[in-house]
C-alpha cells in the first residue's frame, strides 16, 4: 500500500497540506503509474520539533505501516527536525520494511547511503536557519522586555490572558497538578498523555506529552 505523510505547524496553513497532498499525488502518478494513495496522514500545527512517531497522526502512521508498504512525503523538513531524527527514523521504518520517498526528489532513495548523507545536509542547513532566526528573535524580545512590554502573543502554562495582562490560571493549575499526581506515581510522560486524553485544557485542546513535560517544569519554577 501507498501511504502519505505532511504537516504544518499552524491550524491555518490550510493551502500547506493541500499542496503537500498534491506533490505526493503527483509523484505518485509520475512515478509510479497505475497506483495510488491509499491514505493520507496529516499532522496540523505540530512543530517539526517533535520526532515523527510522537506526533498524533505519526504515530497512527507508525501502526499502520506495514511490510512492503511505501511513504511518501513532499520534503524532508516536513517528515524530520534534524539530521538525528531523520536517520533513526528511517531506520525504524527500513526495519519495518517499508521503502520511503521523497515527492520533491524523485529517485533518491532516503535510506541508502546517499539518501542519508543528503538528508543531513538538507535538515542540518534548516537547523542552522532556524537558530540564527532564534538568536535574532531572542535580541529583539530582549529589547522588548527591557522596555517594559509584553513579549508573549500566548499565556504561559498557568495563566490566562485578559486583554493585555495575564492572570492566573486556576483550572489549568489544577490540572498541572493531577499530572504532577501521576508522575510521582511513576508513570511516564506517554502514560500520563494516555490516561488524561479526556481532560480538556482551558485553552481548548488536550494536554500532550511535550505540554505534560513543560506543565511540570513549569510548576515546578512557580509558573514564571
Not at 497522526?57 to 507508525?62: E, F, Q, T, V
Not at 536557519?129 to 504561559?156: C, D, W, Y
Not at 502554562?157 to 492566573?168: E, L, S, T
Amino acid at each position: 500500500m501507498i501511504f502519505g505523510y505532511g504537516r504544518a505547524s499552524t491550524k491555518g496553513q490550510v493551502l500547506t497540506e493541500n499542496g503537500q497532498l498534491e506533490s505526493v499525488k503527483q509523484y505518485i502518478k509520475n512515478q509510479l503509474p497505475g497506483q495510488q494513495l491509499d491514505e493520507w496522514f496529516y499532522d496540523a500545527a505540530t512543530s517539526g520539533g517533535t520526532e515523527l512517531f510522537e506526533r498524533e497522526a505519526g504515530r497512527r502512521l507508525y501502526y499502520t505501516l506495514q511490510k512492503g508498504d511505501c511513504l511518501i512525503f513532499q520534503r524532508l523538513d516536513r517528515l524530520f527536525r534534524n539530521g538525528l531524527d531523520g536517520v533513526k527514523s528511517l531506520e525504524i521504518l527500513k526495519a519495518k520494511g517499508v521503502t520511503t520517498a521523497i515527492a520533491t526528489m524523485p529517485g533518491l532513495d532516503p535510506s541508502s547511503p546517499f539518501g542519508v548523507a543528503m538528508a543531513f545536509s538538507q535538515l542540518g542547513m534548516g537547523q542552522m536557519e532556524r537558530m540564527l532566526i532564534g538568536e535574532r528573535t531572542s535580541i529583539a524580545m530582549n529589547q522588548l522586555k527591557s522596555s517594559g512590554k509584553a513579549v508573549n502573543r500566548h499565556a504561559p502554562i498557568g495563566w490566562a490572558k485578559r486583554g493585555k495582562d495575564f492572570v492566573p490560571d486556576m483550572v489549568e493549575r489544577e490540572q498541572v497538578e493531577e499530572l504532577v499526581k501521576l508522575m510521582d506515581q511513576g508513570h511516564s510522560l506517554r502514560r500520563v498523555e494516555y490516561l488524561v486524553c479526556k481532560m480538556r485544557r482551558t485553552r481548548g485542546c488536550r494536554w500532550s506529552k511535550d505540554s505534560i513535560r513543560l506543565a511540570v517544569i513549569a510548576r515546578q519554577q512557580g509558573y514564571p
